[in-house]
């Protein structure tokens, strides 16, 4: 009979209990690391959380919702990186500190306010409308320089290369007009776009025009079609055409071309409202494309880069003519992968983990969230780029993720205020301005510089 106690543990499987874990721990570090060929994903391994390489970032309080306080929402930076936010009682400017420089309260205040997040800062000056009708211009310094009446239900779009701003004035009965205004105030002219439910607004030409309108009498459609309409540089109508079916997504180069996609054909018009080319998208196998995302991420090189589903394709620029782009990572059924370009060319995009990739989908780095509670795997969406490589993402746990060149992480910062339908500004050095949605309201977080940052394109 045995001597062995009884409920010991055999040594050879403390052994192979070590060893696992050792393992285990070894592959985790290879998430992080500076590798150029990674082996295929496999979601039983256990990942462990990488130190980062910096301390989390300071939180500021820009303007967060707190009852009976509103939220404050972002109106633009100044030239003199004042950041400049809007609430219904007042517009405010906070330095890069987070520290309050100036107020200015509506002096209309008990009949509306200000209209919540319509307003626009040119240079150092900031353009702010109240529900009265009145456009109140500001200097820098919070000092009211004039106030013109402007007519009620009037937002400010953008300003137009000769200096004119234009306007979008939707009142209760939907007709969308479009009113050029001298920055002093003076009319310069009208477009009425018609009854409107629906519409979508694109930013052409690099700022310079044409400006794209697309409307729609129904949410989505007019018809079975929705009507495209180009705004000149001077504010004035073009040209109007219909596209097939839903005018998103959509996207406009900075030349001024715009890409619609996708039903029945991928379409590309000019500037002068001619079509340059179509062409047909295949198809995925197997997949039912209406349950999964379409985004058209961007162009670099040439090229138009488009994600379907769980497919990367590539449409030429100069005659549509698509490639599938092989990617580094597995594809699952109706998993809509989503990502960014980046301002030097490459993608970052969400599969099983995250993923940098270039325009012909070679694997720069790939890097795995932390684990946290109950959750095994977080979804990262990226959001912005920093000129020395960092990347910034959001995952929904809620966290901040900064990410160097080589896949490695800076910091993180996890907080509350994440969620909802987002908005960054990171054009300040070691400052990412976000904008929580859900009538949240704005943070920054304060970290240490390494160089300028670029906002993502999408």
């Known amino acids: 009979m045995s001597n062995k106690p009884q409920g010991s543990f055999p040594a050879h499987w403390l052994f192979l209990f070590v060893v696992s874990v050792g393992m285990a721990f070894w592959q985790a570090g290879e998430f992080d690391a500076e590798r150029q060929t990674l082996p295929p994903s496999r979601r039983g391994e256990i990942i462990v959380a990488a130190h980062p390489l910096e301390p989390p970032p300071k939180f500021l309080d820009l303007g967060l919702y707190n009852y009976p306080k509103q939220a404050g929402m972002v109106l633009g930076i100044t030239s003199s990186d004042l950041i400049v936010l809007q609430n219904n009682d007042e517009v ?195 997949i039912v494309t209406v349950l999964c995302s379409e985004y058209i991420l961007g162009q670099t090189q040439g090229e138009l880069f488009f994600q379907r589903c769980t497919d990367l394709l590539a449409l030429a620029t100069k005659d549509g003519e698509v490639r599938t782009v092989a990617v580094p990572f597995k594809k699952a059924p109706y998993n809509s992968l989503p990502g960014r370009m980046m301002p030097d060319g490459t993608m970052v995009m969400m599969a099983d983990y995250l993923y940098r990739i270039d325009s012909n989908g070679k694997p720069l780095w790939r890097f795995a969230p932390d684990l946290r509670g109950d959750f095994f795997h977080a979804e990262l969406q990226p959001y912005a780029m920093a000129t020395n490589g960092d990347v910034f993402v959001l995952s929904n746990l809620p966290e901040v993720y900064c990410i160097t060149a080589e896949g490695r992480k800076r910091w993180v910062y996890r907080g509350k205020y994440i969620g909802g339908q987002l908005r960054v500004l990171s054009n300040m050095s070691g400052l990412l301005v976000i904008e929580s949605g859900g009538g949240v309201g704005t943070f920054a977080l304060q970290f240490a510089a390494h160089d300028e940052e670029v906002e993502a394109k999408r």
Request: overall charge neutral.
């Open 92 to 286: 405010y400017a906070v330095d890069r500190d987070g520290q309050t420089q100036w107020k200015y309260a509506d002096p209309d205040t008990k009949q509306g306010g200000f209209w919540h997040e319509s307003g626009i800062v040119q240079g150092d000056r900031i353009f702010a409308f109240c529900q009265k009708g009145k456009m109140h211009i500001l200097r820098s310094a919070g000092e009211e320089e004039r106030t013109v009446p402007v007519g009620p239900d009037v937002s400010p779009r953008v300003f137009l290369p000769n200096g004119n701003l234009l306007l979008e004035r939707m009142p209760r009965s939907r007709q969308l007009t479009l009113t050029v205004l001298k920055p002093t105030g003076e009319q310069v002219g009208v477009e009425e776009l018609g009854p409107i439910i629906d519409y979508r607004y694109y930013l052409g030409g690099g700022g310079h025009g044409p400006f794209y309108y697309a409307t729609a009498a129904e949410p989505g459609v007019v018809n079975g079609k929705t009507l495209l309409t180009a705004i000149g540089a001077n504010g004035k109508r073009q040209w109007q055409k219909t596209l097939p079916a839903s005018a998103t997504p959509s996207y406009v180069s900075p030349e001024g071309v715009f890409y619609h996609c996708c039903s029945p054909e991928f379409t590309a018009t000019g500037p002068d409202g001619k079509r340059l080319w179509a062409s047909t998208v295949p198809k995925e196998d197997g």
